[in-house]
T-cell receptor
Framework: SQELEQSPQSLIVQEGKNLTINCTSS?????LYWYKQKYGEGLIFLMM?????EEKSHEKITAKLDEKKQQSSLHITASQPSHAGIYLC??????????FGTGTSLTVIP | NAGVTQTPKFQVLKTGQSMTLQCAQD?????MSWYRQDPGMGLRLIHY???????DQGEVPNGYNVSRSTTEDFPLRLLSAAPSQTSVYFC???????????FGQGTRLTVV
């Protein structure tokens, strides 16, 4: 069973549109990571959230961790073709085991 | 450059063959783990280690063995490869506590 539920599974957006990807856990998250993977390549670290209510931004990507530390959202503003790829959330829910969501495949149409 | 070195990048095995995927990190991280990535299933934890001499099973450990004789190395062994083990494998290294995870570049394994 998946510790982390990620939605949606896939997303197709027009260039310039905003979008949001969600990551939900049934357990308290001790640390939540967002990664991006370009097709056929390795994982690229985007950002990490630790504190409830924390929000971080990198260029046009913003991630938030809710107050209860059980859900995170990744928001991309004014999407570009370079944003295309698979976005994965990862988290430590037990103190020792790091799990990942199922991933969201993002396609940005020029 | 500091980071996680994972080898090989590609491998084709025949059913029943054995092989070892190598993973090494030079950041003195205690926690290392192996994942497999399959379409529609994200990354699934195979085995992990919280320090030299300590290993434990993750979500999908069957068919895989690991050992952690040193802090730096965490090899993953397939004793008798099966077509169901065709996947992309990632090794990760994480410093103690809550911190950034560093990933290897992945190994694309095909079992025929």
């Amino acid at each position: 069973s998946q510790e982390l539920e990620q939605s949606p599974q896939s997303l197709i957006v027009q260039e310039g549109k905003n979008l949001t990807i969600n990551c939900t856990s049934s357990k308290t998250l001790y640390g939540l990571y967002w990664y991006k993977q370009k097709y056929g390549e390795g994982l690229i670290f985007l950002m990490m959230l630790q504190k409830g209510g924390e929000e971080k931004s990198h260029e046009k990507i913003t991630a938030k961790l809710d107050e209860k530390k059980q859900q995170s959202s990744l928001h991309i503003t004014a999407s570009q073709p370079s944003h295309a790829g698979i976005y994965l959330c990862g988290a430590d829910t037990t103190g020792n085991q790091f799990y990942f969501g199922t991933g969201t495949s993002l396609t940005v149409i020029p | 450059n500091a980071g996680v070195t994972q080898t090989p990048k590609f491998q084709v095995l025949k059913t029943g063959q054995s092989m070892t995927l190598q993973c090494a990190q030079d950041m003195n991280h205690e926690y290392m783990s192996w994942y497999r990535q399959d379409p529609g299933m994200g990354l699934r934890l195979i085995h992990y280690s919280v320090g030299a001499g300590i290993t434990d099973q993750g979500e999908v450990p069957n068919g895989y063995n690991v050992s952690r004789s040193t802090t730096e190395d965490f090899p993953l062994r397939l004793l008798s490869a099966a077509p169901s083990q065709t996947s992309v494998y990632f090794c990760a290294s994480i410093s103690g506590g809550v911190a950034e995870a560093f990933f290897g570049q992945g190994t694309r394994l095909t079992v025929v």
